[in-house]
């Protein structure tokens, strides 16, 4: 069974650096053909793909987020991680990581259509 999970800071300061991570049990990251996405919902809003990282490291990032965002791994403790740069009060949400089986479903501008695994979200609020 697969299971991810995200950490991270739930309070972030404007101008500040989210960082949160997405470990991953039941199956590795390194595993063909899987892919590995954030993804966040702001309040009211529907959710938007922010970008993922590939069995094989390759990295995708949504275009309207790519000059703030970069994902990478760390394959010995099996998590991926998110950092989002220059945060505002408008990056507040709910952020989920969430997995996919075959890298192929993916886009690499928007993400997936459907997601095989989910992280339960964790909320970032960013605030002074």
């Known amino acids: 069974q697969v299971q991810l999970q995200e950490s991270g800071p739930g309070l972030v300061k404007p101008s500040q650096t989210l960082s949160l991570t997405c470990t991953v049990s039941?199956?590795?990251?390194?595993?063909?053909?899987?892919?590995w996405s954030w993804i966040r919902q702001p309040p009211g809003k529907g959710q938007e793909w922010m970008g993922a990282?590939?069995?094989?490291?390759?990295?995708y990032y949504s275009p309207s987020l790519k000059s703030r965002t970069s994902i990478s791994r760390d394959t010995s403790r099996n998590h991926f991680s998110l950092q989002l740069y220059s945060v505002t009060p408008e990056d507040t949400a709910v952020y989920f990581c969430?997995?996919?089986?075959?890298?192929?479903?993916?886009?690499?501008?928007?993400?997936?259509?459907?997601?095989?695994?989910w992280g339960q979200g964790t909320q970032v609020t960013v605030s002074s």
């Open positions: 990282i590939g069995y094989d490291g390759s990295t």
């Open positions: 039941g199956a590795s990251i390194t595993t063909s053909y899987y892919a």
């Open positions: 969430a997995g996919v089986r075959e890298i192929d479903r993916l886009d690499t501008s928007f993400g997936a259509d459907e997601y095989d695994y």
